[in-house]
């Protein structure tokens, strides 16, 4: 086998009607959509499509709700500095504080912490166990002084999902508006604005097998959103820019056929990768974040205990199978990932991070052999790793 792709959650390959759907758009079919001669009709069209597609695929009626953007690091960018200029700013009715998870994406949370050295007052709320935030929690920290609540749909390294209705109510009892990144949910899980009844939802194409440099915002009832791009009318005026025609006419396609796999992603990559997740967890001292029944189907954040995750990689790349460490170790540092801390892990654990994510294209031979890899590589580097001793401390989980 020569090349197996375990990273879905850093991106995706194009699904292949999605990239036909863009290439005439890349050529011929080059208009400026705002131009009114036959070169723009053409895009015009087009783009109407590739909207419906992303108003069906998100649940979310057809009004002004949904912008496009050029990634989903501008929407959620947008939302937090929006909300800054229309209310934080000026604290309008007493409110000077936003309330974010302590696992939100950097997109997030560096925009949060962004906010606060212009003034602006951040609650992070800490997670359990499984790497979630209880609804329980929020409702203990909000109060009338909010204007934001910021928390995931579900974890980009963990997989995990959040209560984001339940969270979404909260956040309105106390007059505040709230907002999810649901980059890591939309193409996976059913996710649907309408019954979520959030404000605020950002998206990207790249995490659903369309291109990358596209994404987008949904915004109930078309709410005004002080841009962070001025400039002509493009989108209404609340997003300027030349529209991305390739880009957002693949986007839509690649929405529309990863709704289409909604089923498909719950049984099938489910069952392959439960059957990765159960080959990693029948190996002595591992361990799995996030119970299974609250996780997307596709993501298992294991932990290989004396193996180090850049390690795992490195033996992993030389037999063909790409996957991460997630986060988790990315920064030189040793401070330890916030999931991990919060199960009560130490800074090893955190650092025997492997993160690996499958995707609607993902093949059961590719998981036979990934299966067959891991096991050998965890038996060399365990062989040499130094600190590492069979103590039966660590205790199972992830089922
Ligand atoms: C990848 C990712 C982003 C960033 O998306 P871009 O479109 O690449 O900017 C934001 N949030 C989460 C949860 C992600 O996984």
């Known amino acids: 086998m020569n090349k197996v792709y375990l990273d879905n959650n850093a991106t995706t390959m194009i699904d292949p009607e999605a990239y036909e759907a863009m290439l005439p758009f890349l050529g011929e079919n080059f208009g400026n959509p705002n131009s009114l001669h036959s070169y723009g009709n053409a895009t015009h069209a087009a ?10 695929g998100i649940g979310a009626k057809d009004s002004d709700d949904i912008v496009v953007t050029s990634c989903a690091t501008e929407s959620n960018n947008w939302v937090l500095k929006g909300v800054y200029f229309d209310i934080l700013k000026e604290q309008k009715n007493g409110k000077n504080r936003i309330i974010v998870s302590s696992v939100e994406h950097p997109a997030v949370g560096a925009t949060a912490a962004f906010l606060e050295s212009l003034g602006v007052e951040v609650t992070r709320l800490d997670v359990d166990h499984n790497g979630l935030v209880s609804p329980q929690a929020l409702k203990s920290v909000i109060g009338d002084d909010v204007a934001l609540v910021s928390v995931m749909n579900a974890n980009n390294e963990t997989g995990v999902i959040f209560d984001i209705k339940s969270m979404a109510e909260i956040a309105h009892a106390y007059g505040a508006l709230f907002h999810t990144d649901a980059v890591q949910a939309v193409g996976k899980i059913p996710v649907n604005v309408a019954e979520s009844n959030v404000d605020f939802l950002s998206f990207s194409a790249h995490k659903f097998h369309g291109p990358k440099g596209v994404g987008g915002l949904y915004i109930k009832n ?22 991305n025609v390739a880009g957002i006419v693949a986007m839509g396609k690649a929405l529309e056929n990863s709704v289409k796999f909604l089923d498909f992603e719950r049984s099938q990559v489910r069952r392959l990768r439960d059957k990765l997740e159960d080959a990693i967890l029948e190996m002595s001292d591992t361990y799995v974040v996030g119970d299974r029944q609250v996780r997307v189907p596709n993501t298992i954040l294991a932990s290989i205990k004396g193996v180090e995750g ?19 170790c990315a920064s030189e540092s040793l401070e330890s990932n916030p999931i991990m801390e919060a199960i009560g892990a130490d800074a090893e ?6 993160r690996l994510s499958l995707s609607r294209f993902t093949t059961e031979a590719e998981i036979d052999y990934a299966i067959e890899v891991i096991k050998k590589a965890t038996n ?20």
């Open 310 to 328: 850049e390690a795992m990689l490195w033996d992993l790349n030389q037999a063909g199978i790409a996957a991460s460490t997630g986060s988790a």
């Open 47 to 56: 783009l109407g499509r590739a909207m419906d597609q992303l108003y069906a």
């Open 349 to 354: 654990l955190a650092h025997t991070a492997l």
């Open 222 to 243: 078309s709410r005004e959103l002080t841009p962070l791009l001025h400039g002509g009318e493009h989108m209404g005026g609340r997003r300027s820019g030349t529209l």
């Open 380 to 399: 060399r580097l365990r062989a040499i790793s130094s600190s590492f001793s069979y103590a039966p401390s660590w205790h199972k989980s992830g089922l």
